[in-house]
C-alpha cells in the first residue's frame, strides 16, 4: 500500500500549479516467501494509483490500492487513503486530516465479502527538506473503528528524492500507531499494540513518464494474528501522468 507526499508542501504551494500522479503495478512475492502465515496463499499483482494535488489553501494527497488476489486473479481487495492539510498564512504547522478504509473478499468463497476497518486521522503536519530530501511528517490522533471503538495516536514521516540527474527516485514512508490488541471488545485481553508500517521504494527512471524499481513492505504487529516482523519486496513498474 503506497502513500509518497511527492514535494515539499511549501515549494509546492507556493508553485501553485505543480501536481503528481502515477499508476504503479506491483507483483507481491509474499506467499512465496512466508506462505500462509500472513494470509496469503498466492502471489499476486497491486495496482496502485497516487495522486498529491497543492492549491492556494494547501494540498491534497490520495491513493487506492487494488490487489488481484481473489479466485482466477480477480479483485480481492480494494483499500483507499485520502488526506487534506491547510495552509494557515505563514504558520508553520499545517491542520491534518485524513480518511483510510476498503473492502476485500474471501478467498475461496463465493463472493463473502468483509469490510476494513476505517480510521479517521486529525493532526499537524509539517514539510521540510534534509538535503536532497523533500520530507514531511505529521502526528495526529487516530479513531479506529473496531467493533470497540479504539482512541489512538499516529506520527508519519514520508520522503521523496530524485537523484542523479533525475534517473534516480527514492520515495516512501514510515507509520507508527497504537490500536486495541483486542478489536471486538470480547474476552480478556486488554490494552494497546505498537503497529509500524514502512514502505521504501526505489525507482530508476527510463523516461520522466516510465520507471521500474522495487518496494519494499515493512512491517511489525499489521499483520493481524501474527505478531512479528515482516519485509516484502516487490517488483514494480510506474508511470507518471
Excluded at 18 to 42: E, T
Excluded at 59 to 64: N, P, R
Excluded at 165 to 174: E, H, M, N, V, Y
Amino acid at each position: 500500500m503506497v502513500r509518497n507526499i511527492v514535494l515539499s508542501l511549501v515549494i509546492l504551494c507556493a508553485a501553485g500549479t505543480i501536481q503528481a500522479q502515477n499508476l504503479q503495478l506491483h507483483f507481491d512475492p509474499r506467499h512465496s516467501l512466508y506462505g500462509d502465515k500472513i494470509g496469503a496463499p498466492v502471489n499476486y499483482l497491486t495496482a496502485t494509483f497516487e495522486m498529491f494535488k497543492p492549491d492556494q489553501w494547501g494540498s491534497t494527497f490520495m491513493f487506492v490500492d487494488f490487489d488481484f488476489n481473489f479466485d482466477k486473479r480477480n479483485p480481492g481487495l480494494a483499500y483507499a487513503e485520502i488526506a487534506r492539510e491547510f495552509k494557515i498564512g505563514d504558520f508553520p504547522l499545517l491542520p491534518h486530516i485524513e480518511y483510510n478504509g476498503g473492502l476485500g473478499l474471501v478467498r475461496g468463497s463465493d463472493g463473502v465479502g468483509f469490510s476494513i476497518p476505517s480510521s479517521y486521522l486529525g493532526g499537524f503536519g509539517y514539510p521540510f527538506q534534509l538535503g536532497n530530501f523533500f520530507m514531511s511528517t505529521y502526528v495526529a490522533y487516530k479513531l479506529n473503528a473496531f467493533q470497540e471503538l479504539s482512541h489512538d495516536a499516529q506520527w508519519t514521516l514520508t520522503w521523496n528524492s530524485t537523484l542523479a540527474g533525475g534517473k534516480l527516485s527514492l520515495a516512501g514512508f514510515l507509520d507508527i500507531w497504537s490500536e486495541n490488541k483486542n478489536r471486538t471488545g470480547e474476552g480478556d485481553e486488554k490494552g494497546k499494540k505498537m503497529v509500524l508500517l514502512s514502505e521504501p521504494q526505489i525507482w530508476y527512471n527510463i523516461t520522466p513518464q516510465f520507471a521500474i524499481g522495487s518496494e519494499v513492505e515493512v512491517s511489525y504487529n499489521f499483520v493481524i494474528g501474527a505478531n512479528s516482523f515482516y519485509a516484502i519486496p516487490t517488483i514494480a513498474t510506474k508511470w507518471n501522468f
